[in-house]
């Protein structure tokens, strides 16, 4: 059902990219004659280059954890009262920013800060392709702005650390390939009965096994002799073949975010990905050096064009 959805979401976006293109033509046209106006051509170009963009945009998101929910957590930096209150400023705007894209949200774990804002909070954010959309964000934000917590007035410069990872879900589908099984039988040893060294009720499970994720190939060996009834010996060891491949599954996702875990850095000076300056009205993405003068929209959740430049930036660069 999954599968069906997701290319269901890629025939309607194509149709809306073609239907659009084709109101755009028509209205063209239609100017020549002055039954439409040059604003209404003016903004049906708008609205197609939005869905051809958007459109672009879902396909750098090919990886397989980018289509899942996504855990945000965020630390406050060094800096007491005023980095705390930034943290709590970029809680509020992921908040707003899952608010308008129709994703839902909920506060794992929040940690008060002493006097304003917070020292840390654990989000989980559902709906499609959150994590792909919002590993951009992983890294140090910065703040400059005349704190209102200083009595002098000073500008002062704040930090906090924002940790994206993908919401693995609680169940790793098992694939066993029929093909790559062969079943050797034995007689079972062990002390005395009448079936022992008459009938060949252990089983030997042989899997030829290759690493999706590196390709590297390998036999796994398994042997049962729980029970005297072969059947159910089968059983047992199929489970456990079942339980070997979940378990090589599961360590390759704990790699996969000990990656993500490891890119952590410092929240200090010079280790930030985007830097907001409050009285320059300036937000800048380091990474992208994309950056808009609208602060107030920035921290109302509008992140979609810095999350657009680093997507189409970075996201081939991915392996």
């Not at 500008?155 to 390939?177: G, H, N, Q």
């Not at 009834?229 to 790699?255: C, F, G, T, V, W």
């Not at 890119?263 to 993405?285: A, N, P, T």
Request: include cysteine.
């Amino acid at each position: 059902m999954k599968k069906i959805k997701d290319l269901k979401a890629w025939i309607e976006g194509y149709e809306d990219v073609e239907k659009a293109c084709e109101e755009l033509q028509i209205a063209f046209d239609f100017v020549k004659e002055e039954l439409v106006t040059e604003e209404e051509v003016d903004a049906l170009y708008a609205d197609a280059i939005t869905k051809i963009e958007a459109l672009e945009l879902r396909n750098m998101l090919r990886r397989e954890e980018d289509k899942m929910d996504v855990v945000l957590k965020i630390n406050a930096g060094a800096g007491g009262t005023e980095a705390q209150d930034w943290a709590s400023m970029l809680m509020r705007m992921y908040l707003r920013w899952a608010e308008r894209n129709g994703y839902k949200t909920s506060i794992a774990n929040l940690l008060d800060g002493e006097e304003a804002g917070i020292k840390s909070v654990t989000i989980n954010i559902e709906g499609d392709y959150a994590y792909g959309y919002l590993k951009s964000e992983n890294g140090v934000h910065r703040l400059v702005r005349v704190s209102p917590y200083n009595a002098q007035g000073k500008r002062m410069t704040s930090f906090a650390s924002v940790f994206v990872t993908p919401l693995v879900d609680d169940t790793i589908e098992v694939k066993v390939e029929p093909a790559l099984l062969s079943w050797d039988t034995f007689r079972s040893g062990g002390a005395g009965g009448q079936n022992v060294n008459k009938v060949e009720s252990g089983v030997r499970l042989r899997y030829q096994y290759t690493d999706p994720y590196t390709g590297e190939k390998e036999e796994i060996l398994i042997e049962n002799t729980e029970t005297r009834d072969q059947p159910k010996n089968k059983e047992n060891a199929m489970r456990q073949l079942r339980s070997i491949l979940y378990d090589k599954e599961l360590r390759h996702r704990m790699e996969e975010q000990a990656k993500v875990e490891a890119s952590k850095m410092k929240i200090e000076w010079g280790s930030q990905i985007r830097s907001y300056v409050f009285d320059d009205r300036r937000v800048k993405d380091h990474r992208t050096n994309h950056q808009t003068a609208d602060v107030g929209g920035v921290m109302d959740g509008d992140i979609d064009a810095f999350i657009k430049a680093f997507l189409m930036e970075f996201a081939g660069e991915e392996k």
